[in-house]
Nanobody, 123 residues
Framework: VQLQASGGGLVQAGGSLRLSCEAS????????MAWFRQPPGKDREFVAV????????RYADSVKGRFTISRDNAKNMVYLQMNSLKPEDTAVYYC?????????????????WGQGTQVTVSS
């Protein structure tokens, strides 16, 4: 599966953005889909994941209550609605796909990655 992320940009603190990730291929529904981010000078970190089938979700503590992950299987799309953005949310955001029995997926199970989209939150 190939992933294409979009929707990043520059926003003021307290604002909102919605990231989109389009997946190619006819087997989109079998993948758990996730968003990760890499802040400047830091390691990549998990943000949110949505399960195949049930669409159960998990979030990093730092984004709970502010971010919402969703998917539209008919369109092969996954979204990340980001509200109440903070300067510390500044990062390159990546979408990723995992296929496996673990829930939530283990890090090494994310086999497919998008190219990343930059989100910058100004104070």
């Amino acid at each position: 599966v190939q992933l294409q992320a979009s929707g990043g940009g520059l926003v003021q603190a307290g604002g909102s953005l919605r990231l989109s990730c389009e997946a190619s291929g006819r087997t989109f529904t079998i993948y758990h889909m996730a968003w990760f981010r890499q802040p400047p000078g830091k390691d990549r970190e998990f943000v949110a994941v949505i399960r195949s089938g049930t669409s159960s979700t998990r979030y990093a503590d730092s984004v709970k209550g502010r971010f919402t992950i969703s998917r539209d299987n008919a369109k092969n799309m996954v979204y990340l609605q980001m509200n109440s953005l903070k300067p510390e949310d500044t990062a390159v955001y990546y979408c990723a796909a995992a296929f496996g029995s673990s829930w939530p997926p283990l890090d090494y199970e994310y086999k497919y990655w998008g190219q990343g989209t930059q989100v910058t939150v100004s104070s």
